[in-house]
């Protein structure tokens, strides 16, 4: 850490100050954790006529396309890869960008068995969510909710 760039606290502890030396990761955990607080108080805000699929048990990732085919694409490659690694909870994801309507699709793990994810930034954002979640120990349940609040009507 750089001495510059440090504030003393009353208590004598030295911290951060300014600039962006900190992680925003814990921001981002405590904003799902409420949310996901919020959704249980409230319930489900899936559109009518919506649900989130029962995972199948047999899925493993390997349908999910390779992430080395969007290296080009930072971002898209690493949820792809991501995807791999998490796709049992992506199949027990209903995806809000409907792509269950307008392009069949069984639920979120769907869209990277193709290049659709790739190209959609509601798929990407879920996705990262639901890795995100699940690597904090968050459990499927807690995920939907989290998804449900920030996408559902």
């Not at 899925?59 to 969007?70: D, F, K, L, Q």
């Not at 898209?76 to 049992?88: D, F, H, W």
């Not at 069949?104 to 290049?115: V, Y």
């Given at each position: 850490?750089?001495?510059?760039?440090?504030?003393?606290?009353?208590?004598g502890t030295v911290r951060p100050s300014g600039g962006r030396s900190g992680s925003a990761a814990p921001w981002i955990v405590i904003g799902l954790s409420l949310l996901v607080g919020v959704g249980i108080l409230v319930g489900s805000n899936l559109p009518s006529g919506t649900e989130h699929p029962v995972p199948r048990p047999e899925?493993?990732?390997?349908?999910?396309?390779?992430?080395?085919?969007?290296m080009e694409y930072a971002r898209?490659?690493?949820?792809?890869?991501?995807?791999?690694?998490?796709?049992?909870t992506l199949d027990g994801l209903?995806?809000?960008?409907?792509c269950s309507k307008h392009s069949?699709?069984?639920?979120?793990?769907?869209?990277?068995?193709?290049?659709h994810a790739a190209a959609c930034d509601i798929c990407l954002s879920e996705a990262t969510i639901a890795y995100?979640?699940?690597?904090?120990g968050r459990t499927l349940d807690e995920i939907r909710v989290a998804i449900d609040e920030l996408y559902g009507s």
């Open positions: 850490m750089n001495p510059n760039n440090t504030a003393k606290q009353k208590n899925i493993n990732g390997e349908t999910v396309i390779p992430a080395s085919r969007y898209v490659s690493a949820v792809y890869q991501q995807a791999r690694e998490i796709a049992p209903y995806c809000h960008c409907d069949g699709h069984r639920s979120l793990l769907s869209c990277f068995e193709s290049d995100r979640m699940l690597k904090n």
